[in-house]
């Protein structure tokens, strides 16, 4: 087995709440547009947050990607989020549907969250409660098994080589891409279709409402309730959308003429433990700062050569902790200290879904030498500004020549993922 | 309804499960759902919610084993019509 291949992403695909297709997403991020607006059924059940980052998806946009079975069985906002996403980034790539062709050497990593808990999960609850299980057809399982992204995309991919489903939580989609990246790189796969979904509604929001963790002081001001890293941050806004990217061999990327996003230099996941400060919902900084430092060292850059760091940052009173463990790990001088943006700004959370959408933004940013500014920002947390300087934070976007992005998202389970993107030069 | 009128109708709710459409253009009775017109067996199931759907009827499992070929669909969706 042949080591250290180097791994290019040369497809991108997004259904997000600001934007739906790769092109209106550079759009949105570059012009700081929110895609966080109220919706009324959360009002009606009595959520205390009633505002969300819900993606609008077009029949016509559907039908360009979709095959017309797909478009007609399809109703879990997840699995389209996902499908779409996914379909997207291929053709992206330059890459074509064959239904004749197997690939051995394809995989495809498209994690999850809680698909179950999708908006479209409840007329199929009332119809069992009401003793109708025979309508609920075939789509039911396949659409909520947490694989189902996967195999549907896998229908119309023929990929034979892994074809799985992560799930860890909010650092699911980080962690796609890095698995991905790794079976290209050690050799067992040339070409992996890498991303992640969540679905909508009152179901999924409701929950995390429940927790008290989401914003409920912006029902009347929605766009202004993801104001990550600010001294008024009260809670993450709920969103749901989907991201996928197409990993290459280098070799195969160039041989085909692909268009290079980016490299992929290192990665790593890692865990707490949910222990030394770390639990269900916190983090161990001391593991947050390993992951970080483990994937700088697999990239082999030194940490002042990093342009931005694309966070995880949610807007709730855990940024400032997540920045600390960043100039913890990075540990260099101040005016070296790379800049800081947070994709939440504009879309909230797209919980498992947002590693990818996320990443898809940085390799947006990347290709197109800009840092989307933080939306929201009207004064910075008083224990940032004691660690960073403000000007490392932009509140608009920066048209820059970016070379190395650090990515990380964390989530609950005391999980941990870094991903360091380069701009590739042969 | 007659025969044919049912015979025209159902191609339209079993279209989206046919991946070669062009099988759909000759649809005589002795056509298999299956066997001649390539729908995944899974589908059948939906195919079968889709006409109760659509004719307000209810198929038993031992009716929706008897429909195999285009015309015992057929056969099937008129004799229930006739009990509801």
Known sequence: MSLNKRVVITGLGVVAPNATGKEAFEHALRGMKSGITRIPTLAEHNLGCQIAGEPEVSEEYKLSLLPQLLNKMLDNHGVIYGCLSGLEAWKDAGLTLDYDKFDP????????????????????????????????????????????????????????????????????GTEAAIMGYELIKSGKAKRMLCGSSEGKGKYIWGAFDSMRVLCRDSNDNPTFGSRPMSSTSSGFVPGAGGGALVLEELDTALARGARIYAEILGGDVNSGGQRMGGSMTAPNSTAVQACIKNAIKEAGVTPESIDLISGHLTSTMADPIELNNWVEALNVKTADFPLVNATKSMIGHCIAGAGSIEL??????????????????????????????????????VETNLNIIAKANFGFGDVNSCIILRKFSS | MTKDEIKAEIKGVIEPYVMQKELLDNLSDEIQLIGDLKINSAHVVDIVLDIEEKYDITIDDESINKMNTIGEAIEVILEKMKKD
Do not use: W
Not at chain 1, 156 to 167: E, H, I, K, Q, Y
Not at chain 1, 383 to 390: A, G, S, Y
């Open chain 1, 105 to 172: 050497e394809l995989g495809i990593i498209y994690g999850g969250g809680a698909l179950s808990m999708d908006e479209s999960i409840g007329p199929r609850f009332d119809l069992v409660n009401a003793g109708q299980v025979k309508k609920l057809g075939t789509k039911t399982i396949t659409q909520s098994m947490n694989s189902g992204v996967s195999a549907y995309l896998n229908g119309m991919l023929g990929a034979g080589n892994r074809v799985m489903s992560n799930s860890s939580a909010c650092s699911t």
């Open chain 1, 360 to 397: 898809v933004g940085c390799a947006l940013q990347m290709h197109g030498n800009f840092v989307h500014g933080n939306l929201n920002i009207e004064e910075l947390h008083p224990e940032i500004l004691k660690i960073i300087p403000t000007e490392k934070i932009p509140t608009a976007t």
